[in-house]
């Protein structure tokens, strides 16, 4: 088993994202990976300016932003998203306990401007998911990161 396949399933876990569904995206998502990249975070999420488009599945792992769309008529996995981290730009976040909510935003390499809304449904998880984005884009100089905390 590779490091991508070990570290998949605890992590979806840990996000509240169930078995099944992690993998579901697992075929689809080791394709977008290098050997030996492993996963940091894994969630659902919403667009901010599409909520009902579908579902979305967030992957972040040490090199990669990857998102997968699962369409809501046909139910169809489609790539959203897969970019190297240093190829983002303008990363932020805003992370709102009140809300049990973290936005995450980011510019591709192609100008378009994403926008997630991952919902945590706990206000502790908000700070965790808040320290695991702080972590991966805050010492990267590629990125400009700056988390706005909501109050």
Known sequence: MD???????PTAVVAGVSATRAGRH???????MESGDDAVLVTRCTRVDRPAQGDYLLLLTHRRLVVMRRTRLLRRLRLHLNAELRHLTNVTWNSDPNLSAVELAATAID???ERFLIQVGDPKRVWQLDAVLNHRFRPGGASRVAPALAT
């Open 3 to 9: 490091v991508f396949s070990q570290t998949l399933p």
């Open 26 to 32: 697992l075929a689809n998502l080791r394709r977008c």
């Open 111 to 113: 100008g378009v401007r």
